[in-house]
Nanobody, 120 residues
């Protein structure tokens, strides 16, 4: 079994910062891309940022210059540093990872989600 456990969400004022973490555990042989997605009430889940195993990153236009994604391959962990937060960043943030597990296939796994609320 593979699990993704997120932490670091919370309530912050506009202009503030938060750092999200997501640790993958279980029967993991290899991890390809990892990423963060978010879903605001009444909206579809959208991509925030992704990072490959080699460290190449991709960001949504709405967070470029404010958010930074990184990963620690030794710890199977991905991070999202969020600075200059805006009320429109309020959402449930989900971690995603493409993992090779004991079934010998790469599959997408999701975390349970962590709430980020930015007050104006």
């Amino acid at each position: 079994q593979v699990q993704l456990v997120e932490s670091g969400g919370g309530l912050v004022q506009a202009g503030g910062s938060l750092r999200l973490s997501c640790a993958a555990s279980g029967s993991i042989f290899s991890i390809n891309a990892m990423g963060w997605y978010r879903q605001a009430p009444g909206s579809q889940r959208e991509l925030v940022a992704t990072i490959t195993s080699g460290g190449s990153t991709n960001y949504a236009d709405s967070v470029k210059g404010r958010f930074t994604i990184s990963r620690d391959n030794a710890k199977n962990t991905v991070y999202l540093q969020m600075n200059s937060l805006k009320p429109e960043d309020t959402a449930v943030y989900y971690c995603n990872a493409n993992i090779l597990s004991r079934n010998w296939r790469y599959s997408d796994y999701w975390g349970q989600g962590t709430q980020v609320t930015v007050s104006s």
